[in-house]
């Protein structure tokens, strides 16, 4: 068949099942709101968690200190190069080294983007004749990786660590080596991993633990550095995987691990080998925004208060809501329910989109208010007498 003729078919397939995704052109406003269509609505889209992207006083520290002077390569704005070749300019180290020691001494390395991390740490690490055991609901760049590697992939139910018990039993005898790997909080359900838990069978049937902390990361612990630090587990995690594209109001990701691990992805990692590095100017703004991140506790108090808020409301008023975090979905089934009363919502001033399967499995499709530190308790209010 005629490819053309094939991607039409396709796509009029996706619209008859409300499937049909587009690019929507939207741009910032002031805290916590975008411009939608014109008008301003309160952002419960984005994963600006701490709501630093419209802290202007933030941004004019930064800019103050950025030189003009084109001598002063820690500002420029391409790396022109990859880090193994003439790309791993000096921010870099800076990063990895700031990094390494909020973890307690481990070592860094810094990634292009959440993506490029997930997506290729397991093609470095795993094969076939290797086991990776995936929660249900990982992230679709960590089901990517892990089908990439050519290793056989076995799925648990979301967050059921009885079931994951039962195939590392049964299996880990039969592979070369077993990896688990699991989100810390999980984007769609808010819900978050019990790591102590994960570490123990990782201890118990000889793994390598994986922990992806893309929406942990700057929003729990101590100082933000994620579920690992609030459970106390840091140490029993082989790599860590954090990005900056969230909390951090910046790009990039990088994985905490010890420096054996590290150097062997350096050399085996083909999307860390194969691309232009970050920015040196992107690489300064995370390290700058790294440092006031570990200090902003006010701002991860008033999150996690604002969520307790938003899900308070939700079953008071009888609706279906699950997790704990600082992500409160709203559970609605059916596709067509999903895109009405994401509709309804920004028609009352509330920015949300119809989350549907694929992203969620089928019959779970969802509008999820993604909160941030920006958002008032007037903010919830909005939302629910929007509903
Ligand atoms: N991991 C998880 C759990 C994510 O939700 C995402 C992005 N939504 C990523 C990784 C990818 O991160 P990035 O946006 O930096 O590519």
């Known amino acids: 068949m005629d490819l053309y003729k094939y991607i039409d078919k396709q796509l009029t397939s996706l619209a008859e099942r409300q499937q049909l995704r587009q690019l929507n052109c939207v741009e910032h406003d002031t805290a916590g709101h975008a411009l939608w269509q014109g008008r301003p609505l309160l952002d419960l889209s984005s994963n ?39 790309g791993n300019h000096p921010g870099y180290q800076l990063l990895e080294e700031k990094l390494g020691s909020m973890y307690g001494d481990r070592s ?65 005898p039969k592979y070369r080596h077993t990896f688990i790997i699991t989100e810390s909080v999980f984007s769609m359900d808010g819900d978050i991993a019990d790591l102590r838990r994960l570490s123990e069978l990782k201890q118990k049937y000889n793994a390598v633990l994986i922990v992806d902390e893309a929406h942990a990361f700057g929003v729990y612990g101590q100082t933000g550095c994620g579920i690992c630090q609030q459970q106390g587990v840091i140490a029993d995690i082989d790599i860590i995987v ?15 691990m010890n420096e054996t691990m590290r ?33 902003m506790t ?5 999150l996690s208060q604002l969520a307790d808020t938003l899900r308070r409301g939700l079953l008071d008023r009888s609706y279906e809501t699950c997790g704990s975090g ?5 559970l609605l089934g059916e596709n067509e329910r999903a895109l009405a009363l994401a ?3 920004r028609n009352a001033g509330v920015l949300v989109f119809a989350i549907r399967p694929p992203t969620v499995p089928f019959g779970t499709a ?22």
């Not at 709501?51 to 391409?78: H, I, M, N």
């Not at 990517?144 to 799925?155: I, M, N, Q």
């Not at 954090?242 to 905490?256: D, E, P």
Request: net charge negative; charged share 20%; with cysteine.
């Open 298 to 302: 006010s701002q991860r108090e008033h």
């Open 343 to 345: 509709e309804q919502l």
């Open 366 to 387: 969802r509008v999820r208010f993604s909160l941030t530190a920006a958002m008032t308790y007037t903010d919830m209010d909005l939302i629910l007498s929007s509903l």
């Open 108 to 172: 860094v390395l810094v990634f292009n983007s959440g993506y490029h991390a997930n997506v290729g740490i397991l093609p470095a690490l795993a094969a076939r004749g290797d086991l990776i055991c995936c929660d249900k609901l990982n992230h679709a760049s960590i089901i990517d990786g892990a089908e990439l590697s050519g290793a056989k992939v076995k799925r648990y139910r979301h967050l059921d660590y009885d079931h994951l018990e039962e195939i590392l039993a049964k299996n880990t």
């Open 326 to 330: 600082h992500i409160v979905p709203l």
């Open 48 to 86: 600006d968690y701490l709501g630093l992207a419209a802290d202007t006083a933030l941004q004019q520290e930064f800019l103050a200190r950025v030189s003009l002077d084109p001598a002063d390569k820690d500002y420029a704005l391409s790396a022109s190069s990859s880090r193994l070749l003439t």
């Open 263 to 295: 150097s062997y992805l350096v050399n085996k990692m083909r999307s860390l080998i194969f691309t232009t590095a970050l920015a040196p100017m992107t690489v300064s703004w995370t390290s700058f925004v790294l440092e006031k991140v570990m200090t």
């Open 242 to 256: 954090i990005t900056f594209g969230k909390a951090l109001c910046s790009q990039g990701a990088a994985a905490v």
